[in-house]
C-alpha cells in the first residue's frame, strides 16, 4: 500500500509506501526537511504536522502511552 502525500510545511508532494497497517509514522520532507507525520486511514492518508497530532496519531505519543501501560 502506498500514496501521494504533500507536505504540510511546504506542499512538497512526495509518495510513502510499503506501510501494511493503521499505525502512523514520521516523514521527512524532501524539500524543506521538516518533520510531520502520515496516519493511514481506510480510504487514504492524513498528514499531521508534528506536533498538531492527536496523541493516538502521534507515534511518540503511542509509544510512551504503550509503554507506559505495558509494564504492569
Ligand atoms: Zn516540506
Known amino acids: 500500500m502506498s500514496a501521494t502525500i504533500h507536505c504540510p510545511y511546504c506542499n512538497a508532494g512526495q509518495v510513502v509506501g510499503d506501510f501494511d497497517n493503521y499505525a502512523p ?24 504536522r508534528d ?5 493516538c496519531s502521534d507515534p511518540e505519543c503511542r509509544a510512551t502511552e504503550m509503554a507506559g501501560s505495558g509494564q504492569e
Not at 514520521?26 to 518533520?35: D, G, H, I, P
Open 25 to 48: 509514522f514520521y516523514v521527512n520532507c524532501q524539500e524543506c526537511s521538516r518533520r510531520y507525520i502520515v496516519e493511514p486511514v481506510r480510504h487514504g492518508v492524513v498528514v499531521y
Open 51 to 55: 506536533g498538531d497530532a492527536p496523541c
